[in-house]
């Protein structure tokens, strides 16, 4: 809350007379205690609403596992959907002993935080368990990002290899830069020393989640190669299409559901006055979030519906759902200081990155079976550089605190400076997964421990290394074999007037 009441007892005796110090004490005592029951309120609703948030992030996890089951080739189903759950398993651990602590472990240095290993010391005035929780399922959701570009050719030990270290150490060190108030670039450092007088503005994780996400599957996947068959000998791409067209929308409608934690969630308390005794508050805002998460998705969608319809003369769903998710990996950055007006702006250019992404991974022989790299870098990198444009200095105050004179969108006449912060944390990211990932993924692959052999890549991940198939099948036995239904075609009526068919 905003504000508290306070009563004087001194104060009431003079207007109750000279013997009025008891009934003073008494009214100040009970007001005290209205008091403390308003601040108790303010508490439990901001930690039930962070704590919802945070049950609506975790819950992309199953979106994340639709999504990537129905993308892959029905053989490795089971090995993609294994992944997904121990991308949770391992990245709790980890943040909980690591990760956490480089984050928000505070007081620290610029670079990286040293308290809090292992939640010790821990709630303090500043975080509670609501914190770590929230923070814990946006820390998975990276990994999950990068599970979908090395799919259907990674050992399983590699899986445990990279999720827990990018869970426990290099997703973290991020997230410390730009979200906690010790950060060198974060926009909430309280010394006043804030990069470019502004700070990084990655609300929600345009950058921190999606672009660290999708960086880490891209030198994954540069670094294991292509998947067997995906482009013939001539360097032409061939389709190895995902098996399940309605698991795709259904993780798509999932992980839809779940933004509305991701985004609307990142200011992590809702009730905050910003004018008191109006509508002007932060639960407005965090509806406004909302609002701008769903335009710039919804705009993404349809104009990668018709992008790709010019270009390979089909309506796809797939094609369509990763446009969305693009959208909404963009809009992430900059959800709660833009209008829904430059939300459509948004999502209309992520689409464009997307299919332009695309055919440079096409040009490059670039293998990523769920466009991940593509969809969460590409689009994560222009949603940063999106809200440098269109950002609102009113709703900069509102979020990170009154700042005269702070630099806003270039083109709402907030100056170059936000550009040039934002440009910085594109190139800081980049540079840190890379160095740590991409050092990772190479040494898994000297170790002989990436790539699983050609042999069992062709038979599939789930009958080499998981004991059988996500489905039942009867290849082997015809009696088991469906009957195909084939095309009934009308025949001119036989000299005898009967009608007859073909099936």
Same mark, same amino acid.
């Given at each position: 809350? %905003? ?52 049950? +609506?992030?975790?819950?992309?996890? +199953? ?22 759950? !121990? ?73 445990? #290899? ?91 409608? !999932?992980?839809?559901?779940? @933004? ?23 639960? %407005? ?19 990668? !519906? ?53 055919? +440079? ?8 079976? +769920? ?27 509102? #979020? ?31 540079? @840190? ?71």
């Amino acid at each position: 809350m %905003s504000g508290s009441l306070s009563c004087s007892a001194a104060d009431l005796a003079v207007l109750l007379g000279p013997n009025a110090t008891a009934a003073a004490d008494y009214i100040c005592g009970q007001l005290s205690t209205v008091n403390n029951k308003f601040t108790d309120v303010a508490f439990a609703v901001d930690n039930t609403y962070l704590l919802f948030s945070a049950y +609506l992030v975790f819950s992309m996890q +199953l979106g994340f596992a639709m999504l990537c089951a129905g993308s892959v080739r029905a053989k490795n189903t089971m090995n993609i959907m294994l992944t997904n759950v !121990l991308d949770a398993a391992a990245g709790g651990l980890f943040y909980y002993l690591f990760g956490y602590a480089f984050a928000f472990g505070s007081p620290s240095n610029g670079f990286i935080g040293k308290h809090n290993f292992g939640l010790k010391d821990f709630p303090s005035a500043s975080a509670d368990y609501s914190n770590f929780l929230y923070q814990w399922a946006f820390a998975i959701a990276a990994a999950g990002i990068t599970s979908g570009s090395i799919a259907e050719r990674t050992q399983f030990v590699a899986y445990l #290899i990279y999720s827990s270290f990018l869970t426990g150490f290099v997703y973290p060190v991020v997230s410390h830069w730009f979200w906690s108030a010790d950060g060198w670039a974060s926009p909430f450092r309280t010394d006043g020393d804030l990069l470019f007088s502004t700070g990084a503005i990655d609300f929600a994780g345009s950058g921190v989640v999606h672009m660290v996400g999708g960086i880490a599957g891209l030198w994954g996947a540069l670094i294991e190669g292509p998947r067997l068959g995906r482009f013939d000998n001539g360097g032409r791409a061939i389709a190895l299409r995902g098996h399940s067209a309605s698991l795709v929308v259904l993780g798509t409608f !999932l992980l839809w559901f779940g @933004w509305y934690g991701f985004n609307p969630g990142s200011f992590n308390k809702i009730l905050v006055t910003y004018e008191s005794g109006t509508i002007n508050g932060q639960w %407005s805002a965090v509806g406004r979030t909302a609002v701008t998460t769903t335009l710039a998705g919804c705009t993404a969608a349809l104009t990668t !519906l018709f992008g790709k319809r010019l270009l390979s003369g089909h309506w796809n769903v797939t094609d369509v759902c990763n446009g969305l998710l693009g959208g909404f990996a963009a809009i992430t950055g900059g959800c709660s200081v833009v209008e829904p007006w430059a939300a459509i702006i948004c999502g209309f250019v992520a689409a464009l990155v997307l299919l332009g992404c695309n055919k +440079l991974a096409e040009k490059l022989k670039y293998d990523d079976p +769920l466009e991940a790299a593509q969809l969460h870098g590409g689009c994560g990198a222009w949603g940063l550089i999106f809200t440098a444009l269109f950002a609102r200095e009113k709703y900069l105050n509102q #979020i990170y605190g009154e700042k005269p004179g702070r630099p806003h969108g270039l083109f709402m006449g907030g100056g170059g400076k936000l550009l040039g912060a934002q440009l910085i944390q594109i190139l800081v990211i980049t540079g @840190w997964v890379s160095a740590t990932m991409g050092t990772l993924f190479f040494i898994l692959k000297k170790m002989k421990l990436l790539r699983i052999s050609a042999e069992d890549e062709m038979a599939g991940m789930d009958m080499t290394r998981h004991g059988g198939f996500a489905y039942m099948y009867y290849d082997d036995d015809e009696s088991h074999k469906a009957i195909q239904l084939r095309k009934v075609e009308h025949r001119s009526p036989s000299p005898s007037g009967v009608t007859t068919t073909s099936v």
